[in-house]
């Protein structure tokens, strides 16, 4: 951090609101207070988050270790500083350069912020942008818990999402509420939009779930007329053999 600061003097770059002052005193707020106090909590995160949009790089690398190790001294902050830093790769006018800096930030604490997020902020992160769902892919990676939150339509909401990375999450989210899903019938007729999806990759996962993981005794009349009935010719096709085993 020092060497940092004396660099950053000696070229005499300054900034509105992260300046040699703005590190000095973050740097002394994680030494000396250690995130105890409510100010210190309040400038603190204000300082990070304000020197993450900082246009130098120089600057911006500061908080880098100061981020990382706020799981040690106030994980609860972290989560928060986390989730204002999403909420600014959601503002489209921020400049590439920050925009990757964030991004990289949080993911390389994804570990620890991603035990604390909910399932409402990811699934709404798997329908905003590419970068923001496939931040919220690795978070499912990371705490496949969620997946088990969201609703059948949710999933497939989310199936027929444009981003391949979103897609392949719904797969991991279908397999962790399986078991859910196919004791309610209403639940798996709703299942059934995977099939009718405009992907073939979630078409062919909807096909592998009625084929493999559906038992045929978990099956109705209702569901495999439905299925019989589905727009996708494949869908129909499935319907018409999962009518002969029946």
């Not at 992260?18 to 300082?47: C, F, H, M, Q």
């Not at 997946?147 to 999450?169: C, G, H, M, W, Y």
């Not at 569901?223 to 053999?241: F, H, P, Q, S, V």
Request: charge should be positive.
């Amino acid at each position: 951090g020092a060497l940092i600061i004396i660099y950053l003097y000696d070229k005499e770059i300054t900034s509105k609101v992260t300046n040699l002052y703005d590190i000095v005193y973050l740097i002394s707020i994680e030494r000396v207070d250690k995130w105890r106090t409510p100010k210190a909590i309040t400038t603190g995160s204000n300082l990070i988050i304000a020197i993450a949009q900082n246009p130098f790089p120089e600057i911006r690398n500061v908080i880098k270790p100061i981020f990382r190790r706020l799981a040690i001294h106030n994980r609860s902050l972290q989560f928060k500083i986390a989730v204002e830093f999403i909420k600014i790769i959601e503002n489209s006018t921020i400049s590439i350069d920050i925009r990757k800096f964030l991004i990289s930030i949080v993911q390389e604490n994804i570990n620890i912020w991603a035990q604390d997020i909910s399932k409402e902020f990811i699934y709404k992160l798997l329908l905003t942008n590419y970068d923001l769902a496939q931040l919220a892919s690795l978070v499912l990676e990371v705490n496949p818990y969620i997946s088990k939150d969201f609703t059948t339509q949710e999933i497939i909401e989310l199936a027929n999402s444009r981003f391949f990375n979103v897609r392949k999450a719904v797969q991991r989210i279908l397999l962790q509420s399986s078991e859910r899903i196919r004791v309610n019938q209403e639940e798996i007729i709703i299942l059934i939009g995977l099939l009718n999806s405009d992907w073939q990759d979630s078409r062919q996962f909807g096909t592998k779930i009625f084929t493999d993981e559906i038992k045929i005794n978990e099956l109705t009349p209702k569901i495999i007329i439905n299925i019989c009935d589905a727009d996708k010719e494949e869908a129909r096709m499935l319907g018409l053999n999962l009518l002969k085993r029946y």
